[in-house]
């Protein structure tokens, strides 16, 4: 439900990008590292919606992290990433 979608959304990218991106980055000795590993996870943590879903969602965690480098906050992402979601969510009820 509603509560899903936003728990989900906020839980990820405080996962993803909040603590994973820091990280790796650090373990990797670069922001860049972080970045695409992290989002390389976020799309592999996807693979149960199918064979398309985890590039897309790479995609997405790319952008979602560097919306969080760029800001140097991941709550901005946090609300894109529940609106994203709802906009899903509400499209595929329709």
Same mark, same amino acid.
């Given at each position: 439900g509603l509560l899903g979608? %936003?728990? @989900?959304? $906020?839980?990820e990218e405080l996962f993803y990008r +909040? #603590? *994973? !991106?820091?990280? !790796? /980055? &650090? =373990? @990797?000795? +670069?922001v860049g590292n972080g970045l695409v590993l992290s989002s390389l996870l976020f799309g592999l943590a996807h693979t #149960? &919606?199918? $064979?398309? =879903?985890? *590039?897309?969602h790479a995609a997405w965690g790319f952008l979602l992290g560097a919306f969080v480098l760029l !800001? +140097?906050? %991941?709550?901005? =992402? =946090? $609300? /894109?990433? %529940? *609106?994203?979601n709802l906009y899903l969510e509400a499209v595929s009820l329709a």
């Open positions: 979608v %936003v728990c @989900t959304s $906020i839980g +909040g #603590y *994973l !991106l820091k990280r !790796l /980055a &650090q =373990a @990797t000795g +670069g #149960y &919606q199918g $064979i398309s =879903a985890p *590039l897309s !800001l +140097g906050r %991941v709550w901005p =992402a =946090a $609300i /894109a990433h %529940v *609106l994203h």
